[in-house]
Each structure stands twice: as structure tokens, then as C-alpha cells.
């Protein structure tokens, strides 16, 4: 299901977090949830990512918003990563990659004159009744958190 729409019911999902805990779509109703796709823990644009998300977390939390970063890593990866950055964000372990598909996130991409499948890195902003309200696609870090800061104040 890749071609998700502002508008559309945000596809369900089940993933374990830091310390092995699921979380799922259904626990995040009743507030907004910022949902980003990331390739891999521990590479400089995923870094920045998470620690700029881990930076702004208070301000997204004082207006109801929720952040859950997600790739393919496993759990035990992801608690490297937070703990070698302090990052406070929780993240998702996507390990048999049906969220990344779901989402349409994951994709052939082209480096050096190879081509492979990865991650897009990809932000979706989910309302507090499960819709899409914003959808960020190939995102460049630079400035992307801010641009998701000013769009969970809109919608709140």
C-alpha cells in the first residue's frame, strides 16, 4: 500500500521498541504521532534525524504529539543508538519489514550504479483519529524538524 494520501487512515502497525515493549497504532489515538522512517541507526543524516527529534521532544509533547522513529534495525541496535547519542525518542524495530512496505517507505534507491531496496527517508504526521494529516517524502534533515514542529502547531 505506497501510495498513502493525506486524508487516508494511517495503516496499522505493531512494533517493539527499547526494552522490547510492542507498541501499535492504536495506542497513540487521541493524540498526533509523528511516525518517521529512517534507513539505519548510527549513520550522520539518521543521527542528526534522532537527535534533532530527541532535541525538540518537549516542545512536540506539550502539543500533543507523539515521535516514533522507525527502521529496520533491531530492538538491540536501536538501544545502542540511544544510549550511545541520549537520544529520548523511542524507536521501532521493523525487522520483517511490513511497516516499511505498508508505509511505502521502502524502495529501490541507486548509489554508485547499484541498485538496491532501503529505506526512504519518509515523515508521516498522523491526527489524533488515525488519519494522515501530513506527509514528508525523500526528506533532507536539514531544517526537517522544524517544518514538522510548525505542522504539529497548525493542526493542534
Not at 516514533?68 to 520483517?96: M, Y
Not at 508505509?103 to 554508485?112: S, T
Amino acid at each position: 500500500m505506497s501510495n498513502l494520501n493525506i486524508g487516508d487512515i494511517a495503516p496499522d502497525f505493531t512494533l517493539s521498541i527499547n526494552g522490547g515493549t510492542a507498541v501499535t497504532r492504536a495506542d497513540y489515538e487521541g493524540k498526533m504521532l509523528i511516525l518517521y522512517f529512517y534507513p539505519k541507526d548510527d549513520t550522520p543524516g539518521c543521527t542528526k534525524e534522532a537527535i534533532g527529534f530527541s532535541t525538540h521532544q518537549a516542545e512536540f509533547t506539550a502539543l500533543g504529539a507523539d515521535i516514533l522513529g522507525v527502521s529496520r534495525d533491531t530492538v538491540q541496535k536501536h538501544e545502542k543508538f540511544i544510549g550511545k547519542h541520549d537520544l529520548t525518542v523511542n524507536l521501532g524495530a521493523d525487522e520483517d519489514g511490513k511497516v516499511t512496505e505498508n508505509y511505502g517507505v521502502w524502495v529501490e534507491k541507486n548509489m554508485y550504479g547499484k541498485t538496491y531496496m532501503g529505506i526512504e527517508r519518509a515523515t508521516f504526521l498522523i491526527g489524533k483519529d488515525g488519519k494522515i494529516l501530513e506527509i514528508w517524502r525523500k526528506v533532507r534533515v536539514k531544517n526537517h524538524i522544524e517544518t514538522v514542529l510548525q505542522a504539529v502547531k497548525d493542526h493542534a
